[in-house]
């Protein structure tokens, strides 16, 4: 069983055993830097998988502030990574059903979570399109590692 939950100060020697590779560090953060990063804009979370550590994501509250397309009743996802060593085997699109329904049970005063997808990261796009994000039909284009595609789910 996949569930999410808050980011706890023990979890960090397990994030620290999570590798990415040169191509996943262009769509998302190492846990070295993510760990770093902390901000009381946004809370930090893990992905479990029979108890262990398999991968970790943030919640932005304050997106909309940076990305123009979201609005001020939109929460922002980043930073969603599932360990190379277990990817392909559903986790991630588990991840994005258990963060729907956390959302919807604890950010009651907000409406969607919106997250940008490089274009060519199909894995990742198939992911949440699989774990219920819809394509907004718009891009962004303000990515490091080219155009993005802008999704978006509702949490009400």
Not at 54 to 72: A, H, L, N, T, W
Request: glycine content about 8%; overall charge neutral.
């Amino acid at each position: 069983m996949v569930i999410v939950r808050p980011f706890a100060d023990t979890d960090s020697q397990f994030l620290y055993t999570i590798k990415l590779d040169d191509i996943q560090q262009l769509h998302a953060n190492t846990p070295q830097v993510f760990l770093a990063e902390q901000d009381n804009a946004w809370q930090m979370f893990v992905i479990e998988r029979a108890h262990q550590v398999v991968g970790y994501f943030k919640i932005d509250f304050q997106y909309s502030r940076e990305m123009i397309f979201c609005p001020i009743k939109g929460l922002g996802l980043g930073d969603f990574v599932v360990d190379p060593k277990v990817q392909g085997q559903g986790i991630g699109t588990a991840a994005i059903h258990a963060l729907i329904k956390y959302s919807r049970d604890n950010y009651l005063n907000y409406n969607e979570i919106y997250l940008t997808v490089n274009c060519h990261n199909l894995a990742a796009l198939h992911c949440y399109l699989k774990g219920g994000f819809k394509h907004t039909g718009k891009r962004y284009n303000g990515g490091l590692a080219g155009p993005q595609f802008i999704m978006k789910t509702s949490i009400i």
